[in-house]
């Protein structure tokens, strides 16, 4: 912290901290609502974090869609869902009520102001669709129209890259249900550089950043709040190896993501071990530790948007090691989850953020972490099926996959009890035969059967025996997309203090907010439509200041 306020090398009116989803909609809602003189500060030399990696989906009920596709929403069935799933007292009634009003007021303002284009994503199920007050056959989670990198000239260049190989030039809602476009369609695509998901999220607010002039430092790492006794009225940011002193007259917002790439603050907070982040290795908490610094109060500390992911073999290329999501991976038929004991201990299909407490289930008299290390176990039918992890065609498995002729001797070459996995293989195609998950029930419900292979006949999409070898193992990690717990933002984003009056000239939204969905996922858009909607809502506020 800094409280010397007469020597700013730059002064503006409100400065957000990040690029990703959440920091540019709070840099456009300050422009548009008329804050003057607008800067945006991001620490690394590419822009839009790992939003632009991501599927790009925002869940946001009460969507004005959602009447247009025949759906009735309300907002006692959200706030049912939302209690039914949320630990006990964990919910924050004001920031709930926030996010639930002027999410839908967000997504108005982008179809009129904006280029960000979203469209109702239909069937894709809530995530626990199965809940009191859950929409089973969606509603309440939008895509965005493939976006036009070509629109960004040579701004283009400096998007991140999505998680795993070249964007795909197509919608979300194009993949799942007309996944060919035919040549003309694609060759066009293909001319203006049109991206999908996470890209073109990133790309369209990029748009109405450059639309709108307004500044962007990129390599600028925001380190300090500086404040004048009262107030919030500045950050110091390191650029070209020297602190640079920005001032801000109206406020500054913090969207600088998760804590989740920085060991300490991880050790420090989170429930349970977290091995394998799959966010930007830039989510350091680094705007945590600078609320922190001025007397933020936080909440959800101990909570993630969990993940289960699998370390792949190589470099981040930053440093730092890469961790690959298996999601799909677990959910298509012929795949189990095993923990250290060879047994099944979850629903694979079950929806990531749900299987990530089962991972810290503790055993008081072992003092172990039962369900920890696991691992998925496929057979070379999966394998000549499916892509897994990131095998670029089918038939091959990665190369760090443990491999083996014989189910007894997979469980030997991994460490785990090779007869025990034998069983635990025989008991699971023995359910599968008979048409039933009788452990875990899974398949039971509208979720996991919507990302199991679409091509079975029949409701269990996800059910499928392991019985041809080759048989395969890949060790999988406790990850998370990001976590979610930090400094508490009221209804108008203003972080607030311990004794819950907002500290003036702080503003949080994205992931480095306290989650005000209490850490439930709610469905597909579960992290952006929150963290967005509060970038929306602390750009606004922020703008109307004196
Ligand atoms: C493959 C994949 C698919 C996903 N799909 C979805 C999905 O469809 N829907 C969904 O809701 N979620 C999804 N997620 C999760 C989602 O991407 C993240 O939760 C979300 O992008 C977080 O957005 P954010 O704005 O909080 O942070 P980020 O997008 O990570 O942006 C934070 C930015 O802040 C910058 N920053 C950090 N520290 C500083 C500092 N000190 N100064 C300046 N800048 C700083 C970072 O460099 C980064 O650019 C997915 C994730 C992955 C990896």
Redesign the pocket.
């Known amino acids: 912290m800094s409280d010397q306020t007469d020597d700013f090398d730059l002064e503006v009116d409100v400065v957000v901290?990040?690029?990703?989803?959440?920091?540019l909609t709070a840099a456009l809602a300050a422009h548009d609502f008329g804050a003057g003189e607008v800067l945006i500060?991001?620490?690394?030399g590419m822009?839009?974090?790992?939003?632009?990696?991501?599927?790009?989906?925002?869940?946001i009920p009460l969507n004005d869609q959602q009447a247009e596709h025949g759906v009735e929403d309300s907002f006692e069935e959200v706030v049912a869902y939302l209690d039914g799933l949320a630990e006990d007292g964990h919910l924050d009634p004001e920031a709930l009520g926030a996010f639930l009003e002027e999410g839908p007021e967000m997504l108005r303002w982008f179809e009129e102001k904006t280029p960000v284009r979203l469209r109702l994503f239909p069937g894709f199920p809530d995530y626990q669709s199965y809940a009191e007050g859950a929409k089973e056959f969606g509603s309440r989670s939008l895509d965005n129209d493939a976006f036009p990198f070509a629109e960004l000239g040579s701004w283009a260049k400096w998007v991140?890259p999505?998680?795993t190989g070249w964007p795909r030039r197509t919608s979300m809602i194009e993949d799942y249900y007309t996944p060919d476009l035919g040549d003309e369609a694609m060759a066009d695509r293909e001319e203006r550089d049109c991206r999908g998901?996470?890209q073109a999220l990133i790309g369209s607010l990029l748009k109405g950043v450059l639309d709108r002039n307004i500044p962007l430092h990129r390599e600028?790492?925001?380190?300090h709040l500086i404040t004048d006794g009262t107030r919030v009225v500045g950050v110091v940011?390191q650029e070209e190896g020297r602190n640079l002193r920005v001032g801000a007259r109206k406020g500054v917002i913090i969207?600088?993501?998760?804590f989740e790439w920085n060991e300490k603050l991880v050790n420090s907070f989170l429930r349970g071990p977290m091995t394998g982040p799959?966010?930007?290795p830039?989510?350091?908490g680094?705007?945590l530790l600078m609320a922190m610094e001025v007397g933020a109060s936080l909440g959800n500390m101990g909570k993630s948007?969990w993940l289960q992911s699998s370390q792949e073999m190589a470099a981040h290329g930053r440093g730092k090691a890469n961790y690959l999501?298996g999601n799909s991976e677990r959910t298509r038929p012929g795949s189990i989850l095993v923990n250290r004991a060879a047994k099944r201990f979850v629903n694979e299909a079950a929806n990531y953020n749900a299987i990530g407490p089962v991972l810290h289930n503790f055993d008081g008299s072992s003092h172990q972490y039962v369900n920890l290390p696991y691992w998925i176990i496929v057979d070379q039918r999966y394998v000549d099926t499916y892509r897994f992890f990131n095998t670029t065609t089918t038939g091959a498995a990665p190369s760090w996959a443990i491999c083996a002729d014989t189910v007894e001797e997979l469980g030997d070459k991994i460490g785990v009890d090779g007869t025990v996995l034998h069983e635990t293989v025989e008991r699971f195609n023995a359910d599968v035969r008979a048409g039933r998950d009788t452990e875990f029930g899974r398949g039971d419900n509208t979720y996991d059967n919507f990302w199991g292979d679409r091509s079975f006949d029949g409701p269990y999409r996800t059910l499928g025996v392991i019985d041809q070898g080759p048989f395969y193992a890949v060790q999988m990690e406790s990850g998370v997309?990001?976590t979610c717990g930090g400094p508490r933002p009221n209804a108008n984003g203003q972080v607030i203090d311990w004794d819950d009056k907002p500290i003036e000239g702080l503003y949080v939204c994205?992931?480095?907010m306290s989650s005000p969905t209490a850490g439930v996922y709610g469905g597909?858009?579960?992290?952006?439509?929150p963290?967005?909607t509060f970038g929306f809502i602390a750009g606004r506020h922020a703008a109307q200041q004196g």
């Open positions: 901290l990040g690029t990703g989803g959440a920091g500060l991001e620490k690394f822009i839009g974090g790992t939003t632009a990696m991501s599927g790009g989906m925002l869940w991140n999505p998680k998901q996470g600028s790492r925001a380190r940011t969207a600088t993501g998760g799959v966010s930007v830039e989510c350091e680094d705007g948007w999501i997309l990001g994205s992931n480095a597909a858009g579960g992290t952006l439509g963290g967005m």
